[in-house]
């Protein structure tokens, strides 16, 4: 029964939003920007808890969401660790270890409506806002994303010019929001209508439109070095995403995976990443 009502709820969100479309553009679109940027799932489980307890915790307040820190102290440089979309800071437990093995200083914080922190949604433009309150209070050297964390990292670098930060990681990170955007509009079956009053509600709310939004784009004006992981089987985010980014980012790396998913939580991949920190 949930299987046949995950298939069904998409394209009835879809049918809602083009009949409400006709009578209101403008609220069309800021429903369907907000069921886009909510998430289902990510808080922490019971079973995740006793990992995370073991590092110090902290509530930030920003923009009034209590945001869910962790810190692992450490004599080397600070790491900033930033999870993907329905996840929590548990993702990089594997991560973490190796990473205080090293004597790194690591991190984390559950982004606005996922883990132990508050909120009701979570956006690329939200995230980049939140990671950069949080580097004013831990100033990280590096920085470390998993998908759309990645995809934030990459933002965040190009749109606040973050000279501090010396490194950067990508892992399964998707690259071109009008990629995205159409994926959302094919699952969810609403017309062309809808689509343009989510490009007008894009361009007045964060002033640029869908087809502007590329981290591909963005990274030709990075100055960071960087490291993008990626499986070339990536069922989520495309390998071109990484490798669309890789082309424009000068100093940059990108390592191709085959079977390893969109995850990218093995033992080789924490590896590659530990020693690029290292370097």
């Given at each position: 029964m949930r299987t046949l009502l995950n298939r069904l709820l998409p394209p009835l969100y879809g049918a809602y939003?083009?009949?409400?479309?006709?009578?209101?553009?403008?609220?069309?679109?800021?429903?369907?920007?907000?069921?886009f940027c909510t998430?289902?799932?990510?808080?922490?489980?019971?079973?995740?808890?006793?990992?995370?307890?073991?590092?110090?915790?902290?509530?930030?307040n920003i923009g009034g969401?209590?945001?869910?820190?962790?810190?692992?102290p450490g004599d080397k440089q600070r790491v900033l660790l930033l999870h993907g979309w329905e996840s929590n800071t548990f993702r990089w437990r594997?991560?973490?270890?190796?990473?205080?093995?090293?004597?790194?200083?690591?991190?984390?914080?559950?982004?606005p409506a996922h883990g132990k922190s508050s909120g009701a949604i979570l956006n690329v433009i939200l995230y980049a806002e939140c990671v950069e309150e949080i580097k004013k209070v831990y100033h990280p050297?590096?920085?470390?994303?998993?998908?759309?964390?990645g995809m934030t990292a990459v933002y965040h670098q190009y749109a606040y010019g973050a000279n501090d930060i010396e490194k950067v990681v990508t892992i399964g990170s998707p690259s071109e929001f009008p990629e995205i955007m159409d994926f959302?509009?094919?699952?969810?079956?609403?017309?062309?209508?809808?689509?343009?009053a989510l490009d007008q509600y894009f361009q007045i709310h964060f002033g640029f439109g869908i087809q502007d939004f590329s981290t591909s784009s963005f990274a030709k004006n990075l100055k960071v070095q960087g490291l993008l992981i990626h499986d070339e089987q990536d069922a989520i985010a495309p390998f071109s995403s990484s490798e669309r980014v890789h082309a424009n980012?000068?100093?940059?790396?990108?390592?191709?995976?085959?079977?390893?998913?969109?995850?990218?939580?093995?033992?080789?991949v924490n590896q590659q990443i530990v020693d690029f920190l290292k370097s």
């Open positions: 939003f083009n009949i409400l479309a006709l009578f209101s553009e403008k609220t069309a679109a800021e429903k369907a920007f907000t069921l998430p289902r799932k990510g808080k922490v489980l019971p079973v995740q808890q006793d990992f995370l307890d073991k590092a110090r915790d902290q509530l930030i969401m209590d945001l869910q820190t962790y810190h692992w594997k991560l973490i270890i190796e990473l205080i093995d090293e004597g790194f200083d690591i991190v984390a914080f559950d982004a050297q590096f920085i470390v994303g998993h998908s759309v964390g959302y509009q094919d699952l969810l079956k609403f017309n062309n209508r809808v689509m343009r980012w000068k100093g940059s790396r990108l390592i191709k995976t085959k079977g390893l998913g969109h995850s990218l939580h093995q033992e080789e």
